[in-house]
Every structure is written in C-alpha cells, then in structure tokens.
C-alpha cells in the first residue's frame, strides 16, 4: 500500500504567517491528493482535491501544489479561524490512506 | 446541502460486532452521482479509511479489515451501513459516515457525518 507522509506533524504560527505543509506519497499518485482541515471535536473538511482544486467556498488563501510524490498545502496570511490540524489523502486507488496529520498552532 | 447522521451503539464488548447506521437526507443513496463510506479515527489519532459503497452495491474495503468489513446500502431508507466484527479495544474510534461524488472518478469525500464515538470495553 501507499504511505503519505506529512510534515512537520506541528507547526507553531501566527496570524498573518504563511505556513507550508509537506505531504509525500510513498509512490507516484498523479494529482489524486486531498487536503482535509479538521478541528477538535469536528468532522475533517474538505479544502483541496486533485492536488490543487480549491473546494467552493474555501478561502483563497488556502493553495495546493505537486503532483507524483510530493505535495503542498499554503496558507497564505494565517488567519485565527485557520489554527486546525490538516490532513492529506490519496485517493488515486484503493485503499484511501490518509497523512498523519500536521497541527497548525499558535 | 446534504445531511449525514450516525447513529448506533456508543459502548460494544470485545469480540462483539459493531453496526452503525449513517441516514441521508439531501441526497439518494440510489444515485449514480455519489458514492459512500466510512473514516474513523482513533483518539488523537490520524484518520482510517475504512470502506466504500456504490449505488450499484459494489464496495471497497480496507485490506487490514477485510473479513471483519461489511458496507451495504438501503435504498428504501436512504441509508447506508457499516458492520464490523470481532471488536477489540483498538476499534475504539470515533466513527464518521460520508459521501463523494463519483462521476468520471471517483471524488474525495466531501460531505461528512459529525461522527459517532465508540468504546470497545465490557
């Protein structure tokens, strides 16, 4: 099976920082990557899909870049409603596996 | 904007089988635009992906489960099931349903329950 790896698995910030999180698949999935945020007690929301696809209603500071192996998720001007943890995904062929998660903290 | 809830048993004993029930409302289990499944996360823990069902009744399901795995539909209903036997303490997790939409591929899920926790413990 394919393994993602997120880092860092922390990353402390603050409002108005531009953060990059780092997603690596173990082999080449395309495009086929999802970018998840969830906060405590929340379901995971969907930001991102095929690597770089912007959900609507998803802020636009919000990108995702990469394809094959390796992948990023920015944000652009932190904002406090952005501290959360985000997950990537693959989803090229089964089984669904997700990154080990990256928490965004002040 | 669609709806997912799930509902079942919040405490199963050890070896016991888990069935937990996701109701749709917005949206039919029985169109061929959307696919459906089941996450589940462990205290402080990553997300597990656990299985997929089509509206043809197809599914897909996690490797490290399979044999214990069941997901099915119920079209008259609009729901869909998950069932999980042999419980031990490291299915403890909180337990979401979702939906993707399925098209030309097959889409992330992007419609979740708000998650159900369940306790593995006699």
């Known amino acids: 099976d394919i393994q993602m790896t997120q880092s860092p698995s922390t990353m402390s910030a603050s409002v108005g920082d531009t953060v990059t999180i780092t997603c690596r698949a173990s082999?080449?999935?395309?495009?086929?990557l999802a970018w998840y945020q969830q906060k405590p007690g929340k379901a995971p929301k969907l930001l991102i899909q095929?690597?770089?696809s912007l959900e609507d209603g998803v802020p636009s500071r919000f990108s995702g870049r990469g394809s094959g192996t390796e992948f990023t998720l920015t944000i652009s001007s932190l904002q406090p409603d952005d501290f959360a943890t985000y997950y990537c995904?693959?989803?090229?062929?089964?089984?669904?596996?997700f990154g080990q998660g990256t928490r965004v903290e002040i | 904007q669609p709806q997912l809830q799930e509902s079942g048993p919040g405490l199963v004993k050890p070896s016991e089988t888990l069935s937990l029930t996701c109701t749709v409302s917005?949206?039919?289990?029985?169109?061929?635009?959307?696919?459906w499944g089941w996450v589940r996360q462990p205290p402080g823990q990553t997300l597990e992906w656990i299985g997929s069902?089509?509206?043809?009744?197809?599914?897909n399901s996690q490797p490290s489960l399979r044999g214990r795995v069941t997901v099915s539909l119920d079209t008259s209903n609009n729901q869909f099931f998950l069932r999980l036997t042999s419980m031990t303490a490291a299915d403890t997790a909180v337990y979401y349903c979702?939906?993707?939409?399925?098209?030309?591929?097959?889409?992330?899920?992007?419609?979740w329950g708000q998650g159900t926790l369940v306790t593995v413990s006699s």
């Open positions: 979702a939906r993707g939409n399925f098209g030309r591929t097959t889409d992330p899920f992007d419609v």
């Open positions: 082999q080449s999935i395309d495009w086929w």
């Open positions: 917005g949206a039919s289990v029985n169109s061929n635009d959307y696919y």
């Open positions: 995904q693959k989803y090229n062929a089964y089984p669904w596996t």
């Open positions: 095929k690597a770089s």
């Open positions: 069902v089509y509206y043809s009744g197809s599914t």
